[in-house]
Each structure stands twice: as C-alpha cells, then as structure tokens.
C-alpha cells in the first residue's frame, strides 16, 4: 500500500485531495502552515490521517514529512495573482524555495513521484487559443514565474535524478472550500458569497474576459489519473488540467445570481495588473497520456458549490464557527 503526503493539505484543493484518497482508505500524510489554508477544511479528516502543521520553507520540517512517502501531491503554495504584484517576497519564499526543498527533500527519501499544481497563468497573454502545452510560456505576473519556476525544477528533477514528477497547469480551479473572504479569494467562491450576503460583487476589467472554470473533482480526478499513470507516459511533462471551454465573467455574474436569487448589477473596477486577460485549454494531452476527461461541466459545479455556500451561511448565520472561513 502506498503512502501518499499532501503539500497545502489545508487549502482548498489540497484537502479535497485529502478527502478523496482517505474515503478511499489510503495512508495520507499531510502538511500544512495555514498561512492562506485553514483548519476546518480539515474537519473529520484529522483523525484519519497523519497531518502536521510544517512549512516547505522550513528543509528539516519537510525532509520528515517526505519520509517513508512513495508519492507527493504538491499544492502547497501562496497563490494569486495580485498578491505577488504587491509582495513578490513572500510567494517567492513558499512557491519557489519551498517547492526546492521538497524536491531535496523528496530525493533524498527516495519518493517515487511528485505531482505539482501548476498553473495556466504560465501562458501569459500571448495570442492563441486554446492554450497547447507545447506553446512557449510567458509568465506576465512574479506567481506566474514563481510557478513556472517549479515547473522547471520537475523536469529538471526527472531528467536528471529519475524521480518521476508531472506538473499539471490547473486553469481556474473551483468548488466548495475554496476560501470566499480574502482580497484575493477565487472569483466564483468571491461573488457567490458576496451575493449570498446581499454584497455587490465587483469586476475587474469589462467583465469579457474568459477563463476556463474547472470545478474541482475534475482537478482531483486529475491528480489520481496522473498518480497512476505509467512513467513512460507522464514523467517530466507538463499537461493543462481544465474543462476545454471558456466563460467570461458577465456571464459567470448572470449564471450565479441567478443561482443566488441575486438582483442587480456588478459594479466595474479598474483591470487587475498582471492578470490574464483570456483561458482557455487544449486538454487532449492529459487525455491522451492518462485518460483525463473532465466529469463535471461548468453549470453543474456552479450549482454545487452554491449550494455548498448556502449551507455554510445557514451555519454561520446559526453561530457556526463557519463564520470565520
Ligand atoms: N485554485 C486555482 O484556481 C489554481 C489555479 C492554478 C494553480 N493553482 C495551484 O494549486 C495549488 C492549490 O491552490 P489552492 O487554490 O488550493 O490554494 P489554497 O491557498 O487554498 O491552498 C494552498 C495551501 O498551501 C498552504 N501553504 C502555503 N505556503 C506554504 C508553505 N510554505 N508551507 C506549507 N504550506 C503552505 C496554505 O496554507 C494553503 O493551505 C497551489 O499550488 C496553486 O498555486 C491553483
């Protein structure tokens, strides 16, 4: 039986991972320095697994978490855009030099595979759509580089030391857990709370812009296949993880608020500096390699992650501690 340890075991895609492999009666380890992840998206997992609070900057924290662990799902990272334009320090300390000593330590215990959450800000804003793997990067923001940068580092890793890691490039991954109260929260976690609570969401930009939404089952179902896919097939390459389809935000607002029973326009800010303005993904190649096909489509994960923070606002509004997410 496989050990598996999760990177960012308390964020949102992290503990969704989590979830998944323990319901399936894996032995999961996770790690975690809640810096943007938190603890209750760990509720009824604590127990069934082996999680400490450790940081990736941190070399010895993370050689003991590598321990005895045959493969890594690396989502631990400080994510967003807008948060490295305005301290670049910070993401650059967890996304790169973390992502560094995890893959020292990972070598130096003999882990068999890394997958790493990579991420389609890669591509920058170069013309061509749909975004193929094989189509030079161009990182506009520092997390851009930050994550392209571990990118490199995986391959590197398997070209030179043979241990077998894969780096799937998510395309705005969402769902339930994923954080709604912070600056730099996910749109489509942002506005449905923000409508569920009477708050006029704001767009940056014209609200044209299109990104390829990607409810999160499919970014977990991801990680499995890639997990168990033959070496020959997945080792050192880079694969777009996505649903293949692009909706811009006006039409993500009218699609919520008429999920939420919101009435009212959005209110317009000025275009965020270093977004990317438009996504969308060429996915033949995870389904090619690993059988990747995306089994939640863009409607339904709206639904079910509205649906999700209804229940966590019904609590809240009861005096759950889910007021503090
Ligand atoms: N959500 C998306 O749309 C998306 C898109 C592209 C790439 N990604 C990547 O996917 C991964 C997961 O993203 P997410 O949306 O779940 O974000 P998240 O913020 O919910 O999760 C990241 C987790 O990593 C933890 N963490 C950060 N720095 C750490 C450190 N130095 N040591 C230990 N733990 C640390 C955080 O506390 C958090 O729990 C990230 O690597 C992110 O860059 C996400």
Not at 100 to 125: C, D, M
Not at 147 to 164: D, V
Request: net charge neutral; aromatic share 10%; hydrophobic share 40%.
């Amino acid at each position: 039986m496989s050990t598996y340890l999760i990177t960012g075991a308390a964020g949102f895609v992290g503990s969704a991972l989590a979830r998944t492999l323990v319901e399936s009666g894996e032995r999961v380890r996770g790690i975690d320095n809640f810096v943007t992840g938190n603890r209750e998206n760990l509720d009824g997992l604590l127990g069934r697994m082996d999680f400490r609070q450790a940081d990736l900057r941190d070399p010895d924290a993370t050689a003991l978490a590598c321990e005895g662990i045959d493969c890594i799902f690396h989502q631990a990272a400080l994510p967003s855009v807008p948060r490295s334009v305005l301290a670049p320090e910070p993401s650059h300390r967890s996304n790169v030099d973390g992502t560094f000593n995890l893959l020292e330590a990972a070598r130096a215990a003999g882990v068999q595979r890394i997958i790493y959450a990579a991420s389609s800000s890669a591509y920058g804003n170069q013309p061509g759509l749909p975004r193929t793997e094989s189509m030079r990067p161009q990182p506009v923001s520092p997390y851009a580089v930050q994550k392209l940068t571990g990118e490199y580092y995986m391959s590197s890793y398997w070209q030179i030391y043979g241990l077998e890691t894969i780096s799937l490039r998510y395309f705005n991954i969402f769902g339930p857990h994923q954080a709604p109260n912070s600056p730099y929260s996910g749109v489509v976690a942002k506005f449905i709370r923000q409508m569920l609570t009477g708050v006029r969401p704001t767009i940056f930009g014209d609200g044209r812009q299109a990104r390829d939404f990607t409810y999160i089952d499919n970014a977990v179902s991801a990680n499995l296949l890639a997990c168990h896919a033959p070496a020959e097939q997945v080792a050192g390459r880079v694969f777009n993880i996505a649903c293949g389809a692009a909706h811009n935000l006006e039409d993500v607002y009218r699609a919520l608020a008429h999920l939420t029973g919101f009435e009212g326009p959005p209110l317009y800010g000025p275009p965020r500096n270093g977004d990317v303005v438009n996504s969308l993904a060429d996915i033949t190649a995870a389904k090619a390699a690993f059988g990747y096909q995306p089994t939640v489509g863009f409607e339904d994960g709206l639904k079910r992650t509205v649906q999700w923070h209804r229940e966590e606002v019904a609590l809240a509004a009861a005096g759950d501690t889910a007021s503090r997410r």
